[in-house]
Nanobody
Framework: QVQLVESGGGLVQAGNSLRLSCAAS????????MGWFRQAPGKEREFVAT????????YYLNSVKDRFTISRDNAKNTANLQMNNLKPDDTAVYYC?????????????????WGQGTRVTVST
């Protein structure tokens, strides 16, 4: 059974940092792009970041690209999202996802595997 399990969410004050982790099990995702999406209350799920299968290509939502860093460790079958200088607008449930292609996009439909999400709350 394929599973993606996120961890690392929590409540932080604006300006602080969090590191989200995603542990995959059931199959290796070394040939698939990994991505992070988020969904704020009352809003649609939005793309945050993606990293290609070999880690060589990264793509970010404009509003986070100078603050967030996505990474992966294929040997451990994990992906991470380092979030610095967090803002209240970053408050959301964050989801890890694995894509079908080796290079990820911002399109949720290209990610057939999803975790259950981890909640991030940023206070003022």
């Amino acid at each position: 059974q394929v599973q993606l399990v996120e961890s690392g969410g929590g409540l932080v004050q604006a300006g602080n940092s969090l590191r989200l982790s995603c542990a995959a099990s059931g199959r290796a995702f070394s040939g698939n792009a990994m991505g992070w999406f988020r969904q704020a209350p009352g809003k649609e799920r939005e793309f945050v970041a993606t990293v290609s299968a070999n880690g060589g290509n990264r793509y970010y939502l404009n509003s986070v690209k100078d603050r967030f860093t996505i990474s992966r460790d294929n040997a451990k079958n994990t992906a991470n999202l380092q979030m610095n200088n967090l803002k209240p607008d970053d408050t959301a449930v964050y989801y890890c996802a694995a894509s079908s292609p080796a290079v990820g996009t911002a399109t949720p439909n290209e990610y057939p595997y999803w975790g259950q999400g981890t909640r991030v709350t940023v206070s003022t």
